[in-house]
T-cell receptor, first 114, second 112 residues
Framework: DADVTQTPRNRITKTGKRIMLECSQTKGHDRMYWYRQDPGLGLRLIYYSFDVKDINKGEISDGYSVSRQAQAKFSLSLESAIPNQTALYFC?????????????FGPGTRLTVL | SQQGEEDPQALSIQEGENATMNCSYKTSINNLQWYRQNSGRGLVHLILIRSNEREKHSGRLRVTLDTSKKSSSLLITASRAADTASYFCATGFSGGYNKLIFGAGTRLAVHP
């Protein structure tokens, strides 16, 4: 979805390096998410943010940190990358809805940690 | 552990045939959603069915939900080669955070 962009699209780095993945959206949504996808495991939630001042850990937040710089921007950082963080990372957004939460995904960042 | 589990893990059919994918889940839900992912790309929302609904249609897609059996199915009728993708179910919960939990997906291959 072109309304949600991620940079970089591909990144190869070495163990111990600090990495930042960026996400921007033009959908005007308040909620933003970071997921990682590993083969055979579906998507797992890393962090989510309801608005600029509200950031919450997901199920696999260890080794990651996030920053919500503005409503439209949500960055994911790996402070000291390790090989098992090699994965496909997705950013997603959603609009507030009492009954459901349809999410809109970016194209993903393929990260390889050597 | 994952809430939703898709079955089968992989499905291979010919163009024109129907494709059926199933999703089972463990706990009560507010809604269930199906997403599609083309190889290496972001997920795209296909359809949402709420817990008080039993069936929903969107074009060639038909989704059913059986809350008593904690299961859902996605039927793609008259499949096309362009339907080749992975399909994920995601279970949604009410509350302050309408979180989604994704299953591992079904890989569908439609052969011309």
């Amino acid at each position: 979805d072109a309304d949600v962009t991620q940079t970089p699209r591909n990144r190869i780095t070495k163990t111990g390096k600090r990495i930042m993945l960026e996400c921007s959206q033009t959908k005007g949504h308040d909620r933003m998410y970071w997921y990682r996808q590993d083969p055979g495991l579906g998507l797992r939630l890393i962090y989510y943010s309801f608005d600029v001042k509200d950031i919450n850990k997901g199920e696999i937040s260890d080794g990651y940190s996030v920053s919500r710089q503005a409503q439209a921007k949500f960055s994911l950082s790996l402070e000291s990358a390790i090989p098992n963080q090699t994965a496909l990372y997705f950013c997603a957004t959603s609009d507030w809805d009492r009954a459901a939460d349809t999410q809109y995904f970016g194209p993903g960042t393929r990260l390889t940690v050597l | 552990s994952q809430q939703g589990e898709e079955d089968p893990q992989a499905l291979s059919i010919q163009e024109g045939e129907n494709a059926t994918m199933n999703c089972s889940y463990k706990t009560s839900i507010n809604n269930l959603q199906w997403y599609r992912q083309n190889s290496g790309r972001g997920l795209v929302h296909l359809i949402l069915i709420r817990s008080n609904e039993r069936e929903k249609h969107s074009g060639r897609l038909r989704v059913t939900l059986d809350t008593s059996k904690k299961s859902s199915s996605l039927l793609i009728t008259a499949s096309r080669a362009a339907d080749t993708a992975s399909y994920f179910c995601a279970t949604g919960f009410s509350g302050g955070y309408n979180k989604l939990i994704f299953g591992a997906g079904t890989r569908l291959a439609v052969h011309p």
